[in-house]
């Protein structure tokens, strides 16, 4: 923080402001007497800017059996504990688990403005953190932080303008999941009902091992259709420098790979860029996962380079014949029947793995190359609209993050109609 303190505003810390500080605590879940009461009960999850519900509740015995304490309407909360520096304002009266703080704010501040104040430091707030397996910040340590303090007036000012980004930001990434769902929706439907000749519905189908699916569509096993191999495995040294290569953070990411995507370098002489090299329309799969659940996520290379490969985190795919459409495999991979297949196929000891031989035993339903054209041409126009309100996301939140720097340093300041001194 700079040394210089705007006129009219106060230095101090994040302890001048507080009339009670304290962390949550965690009844014993051994008793389920001291659950499911009329208490909300805040867990991580349920930490947003205005809190107003919570997934749990306690019972009055168990508020009073834990060193869980009630916290008053318009108290700050943040997490300490494991996930560090979440920030939100109780709009209820509420308690929270061990290893998230509440605060009470004194007359110096209000709580919109202490939030983003709190949201503004988190890096500070991370930095403090300590522990040797589970991070977490004291409260006492809290209190420490230096914070600035404008007059009240100007306290509301600053958080009714960052207030009404946020509210941008909400609504945005409200829209977002809307366009989601309907990616969803439909990409469930075209994948087992289609797209019939000139846009018509398909009338007759039949029962196939991956549901129920147009007559006219062909079930395949990957095996016979699909070549299946490792990518490359190197020294760290090699990394950083030399040709693109195809990460596993490229195929999770989903919605096809194109090359501007490739951030990633690796050393290869000839031979090894002849045996890992990448084709146009080559699918790649996610060999390892924490869950099964996230197992064999899909993507598809559509760039136009022909010095890009893939490492050894991942699966290439090289279709043998002539019967995909690239698009339309960034897709056919994410059907309810594929993933299920993709779960069941799938090992797990201390992570979750697939191989290219059990991905060979996974079937799926295919529809003549134009129809996978107009059913890709489909999703591709609702990934196009998300791309476009992510897009719109990204630079909300650039705003934000900037005009918290501007406004909660006093770099730039606000207009406010009564001028007052600033608490002491």
């Not at 749990?56 to 009630?70: F, P, Q, R, V, Y």
């Not at 306290?155 to 999941?177: F, G, H, N």
């Not at 929706?185 to 000139?198: D, K, V």
Request: net charge neutral; proline share 5%.
């Amino acid at each position: 923080m700079s040394n210089v303190v705007p006129e009219g505003w106060t230095l101090g810390t994040i302890g001048d402001c507080v009339a009670k500080i304290g962390d949550g605590g965690t009844p014993a879940t051994s008793n389920p007497e001291y659950y499911a009461g009329n208490i909300p009960w805040v867990v991580v999850n349920d930490i947003r800017r205005h809190i107003y519900r919570t997934q749990n509740t306690i019972s009055d015995l168990g508020l009073n059996k834990s060193s869980a304490k009630l916290w008053d309407k318009e108290s700050v909360i943040i997490s300490t504990g494991a996930t560090i520096g979440e920030v939100g304002i109780a709009k209820i009266p509420l308690a929270t688990k061990q290893g998230i703080a509440g605060i009470q704010c004194n007359t110096m501040v209000i709580s919109d403005y202490l939030y983003y104040a709190l949201v503004h430091k988190k890096p500070e707030i991370l930095a403090m953190a300590q522990g040797s397996t589970i991070k977490e910040v004291r409260t006492p340590a809290l209190v420490k932080l230096t914070q600035l303090y404008p007059p009240l007036p100007e306290q509301k000012k600053i958080a009714a303008i960052l207030s009404s980004v946020d509210d941008v930001i909400e609504k945005t990434r409200a829209q977002i999941d809307k366009l989601k769902d309907l990616k969803t929706g439909m990409m469930q439907e075209l994948l087992t009902r289609g797209i019939g000749p000139g846009g018509v519905p398909h009338t007759e189908f039949k029962d196939t091992p991956v549901g129920q699916v147009p007559v006219q569509w062909q079930i395949h096993s990957l095996g016979n259709v699909v070549d299946f191999k490792n990518g490359v495995n190197k020294d760290k040294d090699a990394f950083g420098h030399g040709v693109p290569i195809i990460s596993y953070k490229n195929v999770y990411a989903g919605g096809g790979i194109s090359d501007s995507d490739l951030n990633a370098l690796v050393e290869m002489n000839e031979k090894e860029l002849a045996r890992f090299k990448v084709n146009y329309g080559d699918v790649f799969f996610t060999r390892t996962s924490e869950t099964p659940d996230e197992i064999g996520f899909t993507n598809v290379y559509l760039g136009e380079r022909n010095d890009v490969v893939f490492n050894g985190f991942v699966i290439r795919g090289r279709p043998k014949y002539n019967l995909f459409h690239p698009r339309f495999l960034k897709y056919v991979f994410q059907s309810n029947a594929v993933r299920k297949q993709m779960m069941d196929n799938s090992k797990f000891t201390t992570r979750a793995g697939i191989s290219g031989e059990s991905l060979g035993r996974i079937e799926i339903a295919v529809p003549e190359i134009p129809e996978q054209r107009n059913i890709a041409d489909a999703l591709d126009s609702v990934e196009l609209r998300i791309q476009a309100v992510s897009t719109k996301l990204d630079a909300y939140k650039s705003l934000k993050k900037a005009l918290m720097q501007d406004l909660l340093t006093g770099k730039v300041r606000v207009n406010v109609d009564n001028k007052e001194p600033a608490a002491a």
